[in-house]
Structure formats: structure tokens, C-alpha cells
């Protein structure tokens, strides 16, 4: 088998290389294709790190990262310059002894087996550039992303967590019913529903550029992520024709069933998409395995994990959706936002 390599780009005309391991020396960012005289507010970026950072409470995974951003390029008196835009912050909170069990074992629901039998090699530890703690290079970007769009364009986007298991985030005492999961050493899944506003009509292209698909690229790019739906989703396989068409006067739209997009392109409508996330694979809970040389073995996952993944995913949805919307505004060249 020859040398493989794994890629980590996203974008076109907005490339973001992201870099970096769960128990590496640093999590980064390169951002190419920046246009200069930005305004770089650090604390907008540092706001949403801190949203996403681990340890706060017993809910989440308890490594404590301090997660400071350093920019090392790019950045002149807090405006961006044209060139290449360097982010990174360190990982200072590592305890690989706790995955030395499973060093040679592979985890249910984990990508151990697959980067082993595409790779012949993994990095066990955290998983290496399977873990979530990857995320961080994409909260570094989409940061940015976020306050250009909100600041220069006007448009942002939000999050809020709809489900976790089987209940209603909104409604029902859900950290009662994480901590019972956590005393199970079991975990859960969640769905979050997200909004993206003010966003300008002919954005995106037909067929197979659509931003559906632009979007759907990088959502399910990120760690758990199962499913994405578009306005009313699913549920439109039931409904009629006449329910599901958004009619239409003078003014807009009557309704937003298609999720503020038709054909691939932005209707002006509010941008609207739920994303569905599995339950958090590394549990204490005893499963079975096999391990590199397919003998059958038990295993358990000691570590700081999140019980719930949906708790901590929304910064990072809201980052991933700021770089989606930034590159198709400067890729269509709406010179008229500047």
C-alpha cells in the first residue's frame, strides 16, 4: 500500500487548512484568500473558543484547556493584511496515560478501525485527528468568519439545542437526565436547530454547488454529526404539495418550508437547518472489540468525555456556517457588502 495522506482544506475560494491532534503541541488555522482591511476583534474570537472550551461543569468533558488564541500571521494592526492568516492556540491539558489500554484495541463507534485500516497507523491517543478537540481549529476560523459576516455584511447566525435523547431540550430538566446517563457510564445524542439571518437572495449556484451542499460538506465533516435537514426536512415527505410550497406576494415568502432555499441558491429567506448528532462513543460502559490482531477482547474508555455532545457543538456549528456563507460571498464577489 502506498503513502497515503488525509486532506484538511475546506473551501474554495476561502481555503482553510486546519492542523493539529487531540494531544499534539497546538490546534491551528490557515486561512488563505483573506481579503486585507478586515477588522480583527480578538475578543470576538476568544468569546467563542470560550463557548466551546471543556471543564466548566460536570455536564462536559472535564480537560481544562485554557485555549487562548495567538495569531501568528496575517494580522496588522488588528487588520487583516491580504496575506495568509495564521491562528493557533496550545494544548496544555493532555493526559494520554488514560488511553494506554487501548492502545492496541480498537473503540465501538470510533474511527480506531478505519484510520488503522486505511492508514496502518493511529494516533490512540485522544484520537489523534479523529477527536473533537480538532474543532477548535474550525471555531478559530469560523470565528472570524462570524464577525466579518455580522460586522461588514450584517448577517449572523444562531444556534439552540432542541433534543437531547428522547427529550425536549426546551421544556424538561435535561441535566437531571444527563447526569442519570453519566451514572450509566452511558451517553446521548442530540439535535440542534440553527438560524441563519439576513442573508441576501442569489446566493449559491444549481446542481451540485448548491449551498445545501456546501453547508452539508462541512457539517458533516464535523465529529458525531449523523444527519442534516433543511427546512421542514423530513417531515415534507408526508405533507402535500399545497402545504409544503412557500407561497409567494409582493413582499416575500408566506411560509419557509424550503429552509430559505430553492434550487441551490438563497431566496432572502432566513437560512434554516437541523443537524443531528450521535451519542458520544467513549463511555465507560464495557463493549466488546477486537483488537490489531482480530482477537476478541473487552473494553472500556476511561477519560474526559462529553456525555452529551449537543452541549458543547453549537459554537462550532455556528463557525462552520460563518465559513460556508463568508466563502460564497466573496467567491460571488458581492463587492457591494464592502
Known amino acids: ?35 486585507s482591511g478586515f477588522y480583527i476583534k480578538k475578543s470576538e474570537i476568544q468569546r467563542l473558543l470560550n463557548l466551546r472550551k471543556p471543564g466548566k461543569t460536570n455536564l462536559v468533558s472535564l480537560r481544562k484547556e485554557e485555549d487562548k488564541i495567538k495569531i501568528i500571521s496575517g494580522v496588522f494592526n488588528n487588520r487583516t493584511t491580504g496575506t495568509p492568516l495564521g491562528l493557533i492556540v496550545y494544548n496544555k491539558n493532555v493526559r494520554s496515560v488514560d488511553y494506554k489500554d487501548i492502545s492496541k484495541k480498537f473503540r465501538p463507534g470510533h474511527a480506531d ?72 457510564k452511558d451517553s446521548l445524542g442530540s439535535s440542534i436547530n440553527i438560524t441563519v439571518g439576513n442573508i441576501p437572495s442569489g446566493i449559491g449556484e444549481p446542481l451540485y454547488k448548491k449551498i445545501e451542499s456546501e453547508i452539508s460538506n462541512i ?44 434550487g441551490g441558491i438563497s431566496t432572502g429567506q432566513n437560512i434554516r437547518f437541523t443537524v443531528h448528532v450521535k451519542p458520544t462513543s467513549s463511555i465507560q460502559k464495557k463493549q466488546s472489540t477486537i483488537n490489531e490482531n482480530y482477537f476478541e477482547k473487552k473494553i472500556k474508555t476511561i477519560g474526559r468525555h462529553d456525555p452529551c ?14 465559513i460556508v456563507i463568508l466563502n460564497l460571498l466573496l467567491k460571488h464577489k458581492f463587492s457591494y457588502f464592502f
Open 113 to 184: 478501525y478505519t484510520y488503522y485500516k486505511k492508514y496502518n497507523i493511529r494516533d490512540y491517543r485522544g484520537g489523534g485527528r479523529a477527536s473533537a478537540r480538532t474543532t477548535v481549529s474550525l471555531v478559530l476560523a469560523g470565528s472570524i468568519c462570524k464577525y466579518i459576516l455580522k460586522d461588514i455584511y450584517f448577517i449572523d447566525s444562531y444556534c439552540f439545542l432542541s433534543t437531547i435523547g428522547k427529550k425536549n431540550a426546551n421544556k424538561e430538566n435535561v441535566s437531571k437526565y444527563i447526569n442519570k446517563t453519566i451514572k450509566k
Open 1 to 35: 500500500m502506498g503513502r497515503l495522506f488525509m486532506s484538511s482544506i475546506i473551501g474554495d475560494y476561502l481555503e482553510i487548512l486546519t492542523f493539529g491532534e487531540s494531544h499534539g503541541y497546538c490546534m491551528g488555522c490557515i486561512i488563505n484568500n483573506i481579503p
Open 309 to 322: 455532545i449537543g452541549l458543547r457543538i453549537m459554537p462550532i456549528i455556528n463557525s462552520s456556517i460563518s
Open 219 to 262: 457539517i458533516i465533516g464535523l465529529n458525531a454529526v449523523k444527519a442534516i435537514e433543511f427546512g421542514s426536512g423530513i417531515k415534507c415527505s408526508s405533507y402535500s404539495g399545497s402545504i409544503n410550497n412557500d407561497n409567494m406576494y409582493k413582499h416575500g415568502f408566506k411560509s419557509n418550508n424550503s429552509g430559505g432555499i430553492l
